[in-house]
């Protein structure tokens, strides 16, 4: 009796701690909670500029501190892919890549057509959007890359990973204003696969949080493009016009083949310092038949 009882906790754990498992219930207990929290907080936040950077700073302070909670107390681990000490240093320069990125885009763009510059907006406009980028680059971050990505990494390999995660954020995306199918898989190709590898590349959720916040607030922010269908006020205003497959449309120049091209190309380059590396993970099955 003594024995089985011994070993009951021991067996509880092996079952927690399978990668699958993992992922159902960090989905259910971190995924869950931190979406709500960002629709619960924006939507009290309305349109002023400063509740909605403080939305937006709750939002991330507390997003980032119950999965790194989660992580230490639950599931008894580190959350080495959430580093304190590097953190703002490859938040930053995340930020940089992503909206560097989005720049090249519409630069391409505006000297082929595919977009124009229409009037100026306003400070508060492009401090609204920044909010906006902020909440959401950490938000899907730690569903898609932190929870979803890492845990079917383990279990599947990363090659499964990265395709999988990319094709459910691009999915998740149909559910946008002037979604498409299209859209939906220009966003897996470009932003999904880029995001992934950057934390392949990296093994820190820090450089998918900084490109995506980095993308979304030059997109939104600055440029006052549609932010994959959503309109964000910008310090510009911007509209497409062309055929779609160059401007991306009402769903913004994410959906854009340029886009696609141009993110394309840095995911590679991810790629490729995470092949260099040996960062890519084999599946499951053939790390336990070695």
Known sequence: MNT??????????????????????????????????????????????????????AVVV???????????????????????????????AGFGIGGGLCIVVALLLLAAGGIAISATGDGAGMVIGFAFALAAGVVEEILLRGIVFRNLEALCGSWFALAFSAALFGALHLANPHASVAGALSIALQAGILLGAAYMATRSLWWPIGIHIGWNFAEG???????????????????????????????????????????LAA??????RAWISGRFVTPLWRRNAR
């Open 62 to 92: 507390a997003s980032c501190l119950w999965y790194v909670a989660y992580a230490r107390w639950i599931a008894r681990r580190d959350a080495d892919e959430l580093p304190l000490r590097t953190g703002l240093r490859e938040l930053g």
């Open 267 to 272: 995911a590679l380059a991810f790629l490729r």
């Open 221 to 263: 922010g600055v440029l006052g493009v549609r932010v994959s269908g959503t309109d964000v006020p910008g310090w510009f205003h911007s509209v497409a016009q062309g055929p779609v497959w160059l401007s991306g449309g009402e769903f913004g120049i994410e959906a854009s083949s340029v886009a696609t091209l141009v993110c």
């Open 4 to 57: 089985i009882a011994s070993a009951a906790p021991s067996v509880f754990r092996r079952v927690v701690d399978f990668p699958l498992s993992r992922l159902l219930l960090e989905t259910a207990f971190v995924g869950v909670p931190v979406i709500l929290l960002r629709e619960i907080a924006f939507s009290v936040a309305g349109r002023s500029a400063a509740a909605c950077v403080l939305a937006g700073l």
